[in-house]
């Protein structure tokens, strides 16, 4: 290795090392209530904490605990 591709090869490894923490958080698990049909999220999460939960009055949808419910039903 000669002295040119040092930096380069510094470089590279720095990026890669940056770019280890953009990770998408796989969805939690979600149980269907009794009677009622499992619908896939389509999608990823629309931010970290939200999880995939049935509402009763509109299907499935992404919740938080702190804002509530997210827009976009997908209805049963």
Request: glycine letters at 14%; proline letters at 11%; a positive charge.
């Amino acid at each position: 290795m000669n002295k040119k591709s040092l930096p380069l090869l510094a470089g590279s490894l720095a990026l890669a090392g940056a770019l280890t923490g953009c990770v998408v958080e796989p969805a939690p698990v979600a149980v269907a209530p009794a009677g009622v049909a499992y619908v896939a999220p389509v999608g990823v999460a629309p931010a970290v904490g939200y999880s995939w939960r049935y509402y009763p009055n509109y299907g499935w949808g992404w919740w938080h605990p702190r804002y509530g419910w997210h827009g976009g039903w997908h209805r049963r």
